[in-house]
Every structure is written in structure tokens, then in C-alpha cells.
């Protein structure tokens, strides 16, 4: 059986659905929504003055592969233990490595339908709004300038995003990492010997 969603933590760590006997089948994603200010103008009509993206409600789809409802009502369980923590995680479709939506599991209570149950829905909250780009697997570059590419459209910066780490090793003196698309600067005035 194909899991079509990925689950990880904040540190990167990938959620082992199927030792749950779970299976991801899809991520349902509407469409934006926004919360606009408006402002009457002469002659008639309005004008947005400021817009803000909305929180998006996702849906994530998981199939069971237990055969009895007490089974699969105890992975559906299990589920909401490992979500139901109040803290946010990250989904995935499968198909669109690295392009994850940062959630907090929704108020889900497990519905008992029938005496048997394969298939179930859990709802999702994305306060942000948008996806992230992630790449949770580490990149080495070897030379003094390098392209790090970002799939998403929200750009990436290491002092809102933690997961983004940047790791220097190598002898330098007086080390400077320029962002070149935001333009920040790190410095470091001093030496730096190979191997620290």
C-alpha cells in the first residue's frame, strides 16, 4: 500500500505511520481566503487598503489496514495521541517532497460508523496560511558562493524559520555569509582554525 502523506515534528523527525498500520490517501487544500480592509473612494466603489491571508482548514485522509473496528478505532487513537499534543507539526504529500504545511491537529472526535472502519478524515489548521518549503535532508556546498533553491514563495529567513540551520567548517578569518536575495550580513571578526 502507497502512504501519499508524510508527518514529521518541528526537528525534521519523520512520524512512522505505518508502524501504526496507518496509511496517508490524500491532503485536501482549499483555496486561500483573505480578511480585507476596505476604503469607500469618490464617485463609488472601494478600494483595499490592506489584506491579510486567512488560517487554512486542511483535511488529511488515513486508511487503516486492520481488519475490525476495535483495531481500527485504537489506530485512529493512536493517531490522536501522537498529534493531539498541541503542538504543531508539518504534513507532506508524498508526491511534493519538501513542500509542507505547518499544523495543529483540529477538535476531532473519531466517529464510530457501523461496525467496521477503513478509512477516516482528520482536520487540520494551518495558521499561517501558506506552505513552507523544507528541506529536512542536509546540503553541502564546497564552494565560496553557492545557490541554495527555494520551491516555495515565501522567503526563507533563519531568524523566523528555526529549522533553517547554516553550518560553516573550514579555516577562515574574519567570516561573512551574505543572503543575497535579502541582503542580511553575518560576520564573525576573528580567526577560525580548520576543524572547529
Given at each position: 500500500?502507497?502512504?501519499r502523506?508524510n508527518?514529521?515534528?518541528?526537528?525534521?523527525?519523520?512520524?512512522?505511520?505505518?508502524?501504526?498500520g496507518?496509511?496517508?490517501?490524500?491532503?485536501?487544500?482549499?483555496?486561500p481566503?483573505?480578511?480585507?480592509?476596505?476604503?469607500?473612494?469618490?464617485g463609488?466603489?472601494?478600494?483595499?487598503?490592506?489584506?491579510?491571508?486567512?488560517?487554512?482548514?486542511l483535511?488529511?485522509?488515513?486508511?487503516?489496514?486492520?481488519?475490525t473496528?476495535?483495531?481500527?478505532?485504537?489506530?485512529?487513537y493512536?493517531?490522536?495521541?501522537?498529534?493531539?499534543?498541541?503542538?504543531?507539526?508539518?504534513?507532506e504529500?508524498?508526491y511534493?517532497?519538501?513542500?509542507?504545511?505547518?499544523?495543529?491537529?483540529?477538535?476531532w472526535?473519531?466517529?464510530?460508523?457501523?461496525?467496521?472502519v477503513s478509512?477516516?478524515?482528520?482536520?487540520?489548521?494551518?495558521?499561517?496560511?501558506y506552505?513552507?518549503?523544507?528541506?529536512?535532508?542536509?546540503?553541502?556546498?564546497?564552494?565560496?558562493v553557492?545557490?541554495?533553491?527555494?520551491?516555495?514563495?515565501?522567503?526563507?529567513?533563519?531568524?523566523?524559520?528555526?529549522?533553517?540551520?547554516?553550518?560553516?567548517?573550514?579555516?577562515?578569518?574574519?567570516?561573512?555569509?551574505?543572503?543575497?536575495?535579502?541582503?542580511?550580513?553575518?560576520?564573525?571578526?576573528?580567526?577560525i582554525?580548520d576543524?572547529?
Open positions: 500500500m502507497i502512504n502523506l508527518l514529521y515534528d518541528l526537528d525534521g523527525n519523520k512520524i512512522n505511520l505505518e508502524a501504526l496507518l496509511f496517508g490517501i490524500k491532503l485536501t487544500i482549499p483555496s481566503s483573505y480578511t480585507m480592509d476596505t476604503q469607500k473612494i469618490d463609488g466603489g472601494s478600494i483595499v487598503v490592506n489584506k491579510e491571508l486567512n488560517p487554512r482548514s483535511t488529511a485522509d488515513f486508511m487503516t489496514v486492520e481488519s473496528y476495535e483495531d481500527s478505532l485504537k489506530q485512529k493512536d493517531l490522536y495521541a501522537l498529534l493531539g499534543s498541541g503542538k504543531e507539526f508539518y504534513i504529500e508524498s511534493r517532497k519538501g513542500i509542507v504545511w505547518k499544523c495543529y491537529l483540529d477538535n472526535t473519531p466517529e464510530i460508523i457501523g461496525t467496521s478509512t477516516f478524515s482528520v482536520p487540520l489548521t494551518c495558521l499561517q496560511g506552505s513552507e518549503t523544507i528541506n529536512f535532508v542536509k546540503k553541502t556546498f564546497t564552494s565560496e553557492f545557490t541554495f533553491k527555494n520551491e516555495g514563495n515565501v522567503i526563507i529567513d533563519p531568524r523566523k524559520h528555526a529549522e533553517t540551520k547554516i553550518t560553516f567548517s573550514g579555516a577562515s578569518s574574519n567570516l561573512t555569509i551574505t543572503n543575497n536575495t535579502t541582503g542580511d550580513s553575518f560576520k564573525y571578526y576573528g580567526d582554525e576543524g572547529e
